[in-house]
């Protein structure tokens, strides 16, 4: 493809709106799918006790019942029992098969198969068979739920209805939730909210991705372009990498001349750095390396002093030693310090140096003279 064609896919996609995606602890932590579909029936079934101690009583199994397709109204349960993972023995052919979600609620039983990522490969009929069986004689009442993060597919959807199986999208139960949480907030564990909303941001976070079928029809229309992109994208960026990392090496030859010092070292091939006081909770470096701009990789140099996270203490205590002397250096007291807090590293940077990538004699007197004081300052400490 031309570059303006490629200019041309990148318009089309920015015109693509994506919900931006905020962090959850349980996002953080997940399992796999499988496992974390497994995960996700036992918080529900915490949140679906009435007895349990989040505080919310029956707002779940309210909601819940919010959602099905039923007559009557709403009574809260008396009695209630929940079990995960339920064998489905009492079925003809049950070939060790599991029920996600059981909830036995006075005179209702709830069978609620918990579907997230993966297709609904499930024999629902050996589901319905069991159900049917087992609880034939307690409970008038019985529920057969496919509880889903995303829609079903027609023939899904076919096969649910077939097997007596009714679909409820999370999406529709979080709001039955929200709408009625005021009745229950005022009891509730505010740990347990907490986490209650985690989780349901964890599973709208992937409801949303799922759900975007305007990236989904993007990506698939365009996966080849997209794929041709990504591999010239790559390659564009292995030389620049390799173009910085032939120039650091020219600089680390003649830095380590004009220091005669051998610690300097080359990490990845593009940034050039030295270390003092290390092994210690006061070590403190030079970094440096190339920045690339108007289709130059090396139009820029920049030098930085840092501290990094060591054993026993943070980069930021690791530079509290050495602060008062570089506010009181002439040269370093009004150049730009990060803590720690704009950066993904959570290193201490104090911004040195930026200078034009060609002055390759200006760049060493530079390094050399941020050597020599860093090197006396380390020493004194």
């Given at each position: ?10 318009e ?23 496992r974390?579909?497994?995960?996700c029936?036992?918080?529900?079934a915490?949140?679906?006790?009435p ?10 199994f ?6 099905i ?42 069978a ?6 993966a ?18 004689e ?7 739920i ?20 009714e679909?409820i999208?999370y999406?529709v ?8 949480l ?8 505010v ?5 209650m ?16 079928k ?7 229309e365009?996966?080849q ?9 790559n ?5 620049i990498?390799k ?5 650091i ?11 005669g010092d ?23 470096g ?25 054993k ?23 150049c730009h ?6 950066n ?17 004699d200006?760049i ?12 006396k ?5």
């Open positions: 493809m031309e570059a303006k064609e490629y200019k041309k896919l990148l089309d996609f920015s015109k693509i709106h994506i919900p931006p995606k905020e962090k959850t602890f349980m996002g953080i932590c997940q399992y796999p799918a499988s974390f579909e497994e995960i029936s036992r918080v529900l915490f949140y679906f006790n007895n349990e101690e989040h505080g919310f009583r029956d707002l779940w309210r909601a819940l019942n919010q959602c397709k039923q007559e009557g109204e709403y009574c809260k349960p008396k009695n209630i029992r929940l079990s995960l993972e339920e064998p489905t023995k009492c079925a003809e052919s049950y070939e060790n098969k599991r029920i996600d979600i059981i909830i036995e609620a006075d005179n209702t039983v709830y609620i198969e918990n579907k997230i990522g297709q609904l490969y499930n024999d629902l009929n050996v589901y319905s068979d069991h159900i049917k069986k087992k609880y034939k307690n409970y008038s009442n019985k529920k057969a496919v509880l889903t993060a995303h829609s079903l597919s027609p023939n899904e959807k076919q096969k649910a209805s077939q097997c007596g199986f679909e999208s999406k139960l979080f709001e039955q939730v929200n709408s009625i005021g009745d229950y907030i005022v009891d509730s564990n740990k347990q909210l907490t986490f909303v985690d989780f349901m941001k964890t599973l709208n976070n992937k409801m949303n991705f799922m759900e975007n305007e990236l989904s029809k993007f990506f698939f365009h996966r372009e997209v794929d041709n992109l990504i591999c010239h994208y390659e564009w960026r292995n030389d990498t173009q910085q990392a032939e120039a090496s020219i600089l680390y030859n003649k830095i380590k001349e004009k220091t051998n610690r300097w070292w080359i990490w990845s091939g593009w940034d050039l750095g030295i270390s003092f006081n290390d092994n210690t909770n006061k070590r403190i030079i970094e440096a390396s190339y920045k690339e701009e108007n289709n130059n990789p090396c139009a820029k140099f920049r030098i930085f002093i840092t501290t990094w996270n060591v026993g203490a943070s980069a930021s205590q690791c530079w509290e030693p050495y602060e008062t002397a570089f506010k009181n250096a002439e040269n370093y007291k009004d310090l990060d803590k720690g807090t704009e993904e590293n959570n290193r201490v940077y104090l911004h040195v140096a930026e200078i034009d990538g060609d002055k390759t200006v060493i007197n530079e390094l050399d003279k941020c050597y020599k004081f860093l090197n300052v380390a020493n004194e400490i």
